[in-house]
């Protein structure tokens, strides 16, 4: 949101402006650290805006889902959560221990708003047990769900049935009576509406185990958590479609009531921020294209994506922000999205290498890889307004290994009638119709990973970010760009180690001028 001046603004928002893992945990981690090197004082603080556990970051070296990722500076004194965020207390502290047992402190910077969600086992089994209906009921392909409980959680929001981080505050009776009625509705659903065979319903606690204590192994390992503390198996009842309730209550409360320190009003630090002019730095899970309302339904996420969140999830009248939109130099995807500018990671040999590059921090899934969408990306810049991009990963690209190929950017759709678009079409019907049209440039063999200026670059690869930044804008302003306020180019990645960025990148207006290279339609 480019409102008023975007450089006086204490508020800084990084988003991704693709269908996500674009980068954007280390993009935060990069950011704190200019703030603290040029202003002398750490950012007031860093806050996760939306999502639950469904977002995946890795940043300074830790794979975190639902902590905010700029938790690696210790220098920043709050960790915030905002109200618009759905939250398993039990993740939390799956997530802090093993970082407090490395000396990072983080309980006595958290702050988790106090209307902020919960979420629990039960989403997670309605999340299951939606995807499964969704196949065996209606014959249609998988969603591809993280299997966090994030929509379900969501649900209980828009159907009223919330309850807050303020809960644990407060008479554990009602909690109690929430929870049950909760699960109630919970087991009803997945018995008499998903129709949940007794075998699958015991599969969703198997897959739940194996997939937590995988992630958890580590923690294991050390001797943080005790294994049994990843055993879903241990909440089911004897009956099928039935819990045990009292563990299960037992357990959230502890967990509640472990953070209770930890809850309060993130509203104040907020207004504080602003009075001091000390920046926050908000973070988005997912990214723009994954946005429940603008993205591809069924292949979205349940939350908003987009600027406007941060003022809901905060709680804080509108101002000023500076929005980052991140991307990579080329694309990826995970789940079941249809993915126009896809490589076949299996016979290509650049989409081989990619793809080793490329598993969700989340799922550990393999994630697609795909040649960079500039009018994906330049729909997402129009519709979205950013002051500045981050391109990561420009150093995946160098053709070593033996590469001989060469490089390509969609600049264009072309329709059924052999016509071209530069419009992302609204109807997800429409958009499996159409092929992409590239535009081919060559690679380079050297290493740029090593490489802190822009001018010590490649030329080749200048070309290619010219290139991307060029046919993006093109996208965006149709009709030209004179007299426009262009989004800069703060950094682009040339390795995933903190620090690894070029963040002398030329002015856009001369960056977009110097297209070196001939570039070739295809």
Known sequence: MQTGDANKTNLISVMGISMGDEGKGRVVHEILEQIERDSGKPAAGVMKVNGGANAGH?????????????????NVPKLLIGSGVVADPRKFIWEAKPLEARNLSVFSRLLIDEKTQVSDLSHRLLDLAWENYRVKQLG?????????????????????????????????????????????????????????????????????????????????????????????????????FELDFDLLEEVYWQAGSELVSCIGDIRTVLLESKESGRPIVSEFGQAYWLDKRHGFTPNVTASHTTSAELFHSGGIPLQSTREIGCCKAYDTKVGTHHFLTKIDHESDPLGKKLAKLEFGTSTGRQRM???????????ALKYGGFDELVINK??????????????????????????LSKCVPRSEEMRKTLTPVYETLDGWEEDIGSLSS???????????????VGSLLEVAYPDGYSGIRLPQIRFVGVGPDPGQIISDVPPTDKLISEQILAHTPS
């Open 58 to 74: 890795t940043a300074a070296g830790l794979k975190l889902n639902l902590l905010p990722s700029g938790i690696g500076n210790p």
């Open 140 to 240: 249609m392909d998988s969603r591809g769900s993280t299997g966090r409980g994030i929509s379900p959680a969501y649900s209980d929001e828009t159907n009223q049935w919330q309850i807050f981080y303020l809960t644990f505050k407060q008479d554990r009776k009602n909690f109690v009576s929430a929870l049950k009625g909760r699960v109630q509705r919970a087991l009803d659903t997945i018995r008499y509406v998903c129709k949940v065979s007794e075998e699958d319903w015991h599969s969703f606690f198997e897959n739940l185990t194996e997939s937590e204590s995988r992630a958890n192994q580590e923690s294991i390992g050390d001797e943080i958590f005790d294994r049994e503390e990843f055993d879903f198996t241990r909440f089911k009842s004897k009956q099928p």
């Open 369 to 379: 890889v795909g040649w960079f969408d500039a009018v994906e990306k330049g729909n």
């Open 394 to 419: 420009l150093d995946a690209l160098t053709l070593d290994e033996g590469l001989d190929c060469q490089l390509k950017i969609c600049t264009a759709y072309r329709l059924p009638d052999g016509s």
């Open 454 to 468: 822009y001018e010590k670059l490649p030329l080749n690869a200048k070309a290619y970010i010219s290139r991307m």
